[in-house]
Each structure stands twice: as structure tokens, then as C-alpha cells.
């Protein structure tokens, strides 16, 4: 297992600019990239509609719409920035059909499951916001390195270091949840609780 971890947290990764003796491959690269990028802030600048149908703590809330918001801007930084050159694309995201599929199919159970919870709930979400902004900030801290266009780079570096402080907000919040179930769960179980009900 600790050769696992090891040869894990060896694997590598891109630490400057995509090579430019192959500028086609290279631009067709960055495109998938930010393709990638958009596919994910796009449903994140709308996470907070579930709450039409699904209720959260305040602190949750208020957290969940600051990085919806902040998606929001991100999505809007990347479009207007597509004209800079090297010009990029965002409609592709060069991912084999498989993976594709496979996606599709994760984001569907999760939603279903997302739904369908009952006090699980604000958990079950705090874990799919902490898997998004992790995602997204090691995404735009790539692409920053990868792009050669420094202020798309500028842009993405600033977008990485805010999600990246949202995972950390969002691991936070997640410790209170888990805390304040457990406690709940205490009481449930506890004598005092028992003798309460038969009161």
C-alpha cells in the first residue's frame, strides 16, 4: 500500500509551457484543457438551484452560492479571454467515448442520489463541492503552466488559488456537518433521550 502512495504521489505533471515544435498539437491540447475546464464550471455556476427543492444549513448555503458565483466569474474570465493567442476552443474536451460515458453516468447517480437524500444531505453535497473545487483548482493551475499566454495564465493562477481556498473552506464545513450529526446521533441513542420520548 505505501508503494502505491509512493509511486502515486511521483506521477508526472506538466511544469511549464506545452512544447512549441508541434504548435498544432499543442494548441489542440490547451483547447481540450479548457474545454474541460468550462464543462465543470458550468454546472457549478448553478449548484445552488438545488436549493429550490432541497434544504441546507446557512453557513452551507452561503458558502455553496460564493463558489457558484465564483464559477460564474471564472466562466466568464475564460470566454472572454478565448481571442488572446493563441486563440483557443472550448467545445471539445478530447476525451474518449468511454470516459465520456462513464462521466455522464457518475454525474447522473450523483445527482439522483443528491435528490433522494434525506438528513444526508448537506453532507453528500459538501463532498461533491470539495471534489469540484479540487478539481477545478488543480485544472487552472495546469492550464496556467501549460498556456503561454501569460495573462490567461495570470487569470487561471488567481482562479486555482481561490478554489483551492474553497476546498479548504468546504473540508471545514464538512467537519462541522459530520460533528453535528454525530452529536445528533448521540443524543438519539443517549437514556436521556429515550426516557424524553417515553415522557
Same mark, same amino acid.
Given at each position: 500500500m505505501l508503494c502505491l502512495f509512493i509511486t502515486a504521489s511521483c506521477a508526472p505533471v506538466l511544469k511549464g509551457p506545452l512544447d512549441s515544435d508541434r504548435p498544432e498539437a499543442a494548441v489542440r491540447t490547451l483547447d481540450h484543457g479548457y474545454g474541460l475546464l468550462v464543462a465543470v464550471l458550468q454546472p457549478e455556476s448553478s449548484? /445552488?438551484?438545488?436549493f429550490g427543492v432541497?434544504?441546507?444549513s446557512k453557513g452551507t448555503e452561503a458558502l455553496v452560492r460564493r463558489i457558484s458565483n465564483a464559477a460564474a466569474n471564472g466562466l466568464?474570465?475564460?470566454q472572454d479571454l478565448q481571442v488572446l493567442a493563441p486563440p483557443i476552443k472550448t467545445t471539445a474536451q478530447g476525451l474518449p467515448l468511454i470516459e465520456v460515458s462513464v462521466r455522464n453516468h457518475i454525474m447522473n447517480t450523483q445527482a439522483a442520489?443528491?435528490?433522494l437524500a434525506g438528513e444526508s444531505?448537506? /453532507?453528500e453535497f459538501l463532498v461533491t463541492q470539495q471534489k469540484a473545487?479540487?478539481?477545478i483548482s488543480a485544472l487552472a493551475s495546469t492550464l496556467a503552466k501549460a498556456d503561454s499566454n501569460e495573462k490567461r495564465s495570470a487569470v487561471l493562477n488567481s482562479l486555482a488559488a481561490e478554489f483551492s481556498a474553497f476546498d479548504a473552506e468546504v473540508?471545514?464545513?464538512l467537519c462541522v456537518c459530520q460533528s453535528s450529526a454525530s452529536k445528533l446521533e448521540s443524543y438519539r441513542t443517549s437514556p436521556e433521550a429515550a426516557s424524553s420520548v417515553s415522557e
Open positions: 449548484a /445552488t438551484l438545488i432541497k434544504h441546507a466568464r474570465a475564460v442520489t443528491l435528490l444531505f448537506e /453532507t473545487c479540487n478539481y473540508l471545514a464545513r
